[in-house]
């Protein structure tokens, strides 16, 4: 938060020692200053207790896989859904 102003914010649950982080946004205006990395590593303090991390990701989307292979997160299948949407999926063992 910026005064009382949301800037971001990320979801997530924990399903069979699984944390299964959901959308990740940043304020258009606040992007680029660290924001992402800082939700992604309090998110990770809150669910410690998980052994795996999982998220997916659009394939065009070139940003959010640059951030999520800089924060260890692995490719581990793509789905296809038509021609041009696919959807890529990263995990992240602690």
């Known amino acids: 938060m910026v005064g009382s102003r949301i800037i971001g914010s990320v979801r997530a649950y924990e399903e069979n020692n699984t944390c299964k982080v959901g959308k990740l946004i940043v304020h258009p205006d606040y992007e680029n200053k660290g924001i992402a990395t800082r939700l992604m590593s309090e998110l990770e303090a809150r669910f410690q207790h ?41 995990e992240k063992y602690r």
């Open 50 to 90: 998980c052994k795996r991390y999982e998220l997916y990701t659009g394939f065009k989307s070139e940003r959010n896989l640059y951030l999520y292979d800089k924060l260890g997160y692995r490719k581990f299948k793509t789905i296809e859904v038509h021609d041009h949407l696919s959807f890529v999926y990263l």
